[in-house]
T-cell receptor
Framework: DTAVSQTPKYLVTQMGNDKSIKCEQNLGHDTMYWYKQDSKKFLKIMFSYNNKELIINETVPNRFSPKSPDKAHLNLHINSLELGDSAVYFC????????????FGPGTRLTVL | TQLLEQSPQFLSIQEGENLTVYCNSSSVFSSLQWYRQEPGEGPVLLVTVVTGGEVKKLKRLTFQFGDARKDSSLHITAAQTGDTGLYLCAGTGAGSYQLTFGKGTKLSVIP
């Protein structure tokens, strides 16, 4: 029944490591997003894919690389993790023509030590 | 860059009181949404408004889109503890895939 799911829910890792977060949606939507929510709760768009094509690529370090193997999946790989990468990362999906109404996953809390 | 300013940033009220949260911009949006986020969860869509002057009601919550489509408000009548959460407004410019979020209003309803 889960609409947008993310794994893992929590991720604790050391500086310099490489990690991935996975996202899947079963809503049949054609657009998926990655957001970063900082400690002040500000939600900032990072990337968006429409039908597996990258359409939004905000100013994000190139250590962050999204990959969309199909319309239902959008993964986020982060290389050489830094302390400042600690945040909650949300995946979301929407369907073209619905005013970008977004359905969010439960979030992945990343802590870099 | 389209910016959305939300006010107040924090709001703490007693159960049963009424409150209004504001979302303002100098830019015109083709649509505007309100989300509620509870601790440890993702934001959940409450409503979308698309027409200037539009008013939508969701039980005790009333949402209004400004006539010029640059601002919006959320009014809660007789707040309940279950209304506690972070309220986020988000807008989309014409022809854009991108949703711009405000910084949110953290509401605490005290029993």
């Amino acid at each position: 029944d889960t609409a947008v799911s993310q794994t893992p829910k929590y991720l604790v890792t050391q500086m310099g490591n490489d990690k991935s977060i996975k996202c899947e949606q079963n809503l049949g939507h054609d657009t998926m997003y990655w957001y970063k929510q900082d400690s002040k709760k500000f939600l900032k768009i990072m990337f968006s894919y429409n039908n597996k094509e990258l359409i939004i690529n905000e100013t994000v370090p190139n250590r962050f690389s999204p990959k969309s193997p199909d319309k239902a999946h959008l993964n986020l790989h982060i290389n050489s993790l830094e302390l400042g990468d600690s945040a909650v990362y949300f995946c979301a999906s929407s369907q073209t023509g619905t005013y970008n109404e977004q359905f969010f996953g439960p979030g992945t809390r990343l802590t870099v030590l | 860059t389209q910016l959305l300013e939300q006010s107040p940033q924090f709001l703490s009220i007693q159960e049963g009181e009424n409150l209004t949260v504001y979302c303002n911009s100098s830019s015109v949006f083709s649509s505007l949404q309100w989300y509620r986020q509870e601790p440890g969860e993702g934001p959940v869509l409450l409503v979308t408004v698309v027409t200037g002057g539009e008013v939508k009601k969701l039980k005790r919550l009333t949402f209004q889109f400004g006539d010029a489509r640059k601002d919006s408000s959320l009014h809660i009548t007789a707040a309940q503890t279950g209304d506690t959460g972070l309220y986020l407004c988000a807008g989309t410019g014409a022809g854009s895939y991108q949703l711009t979020f405000g910084k949110g209003t953290k509401l605490s309803v005290i029993p």
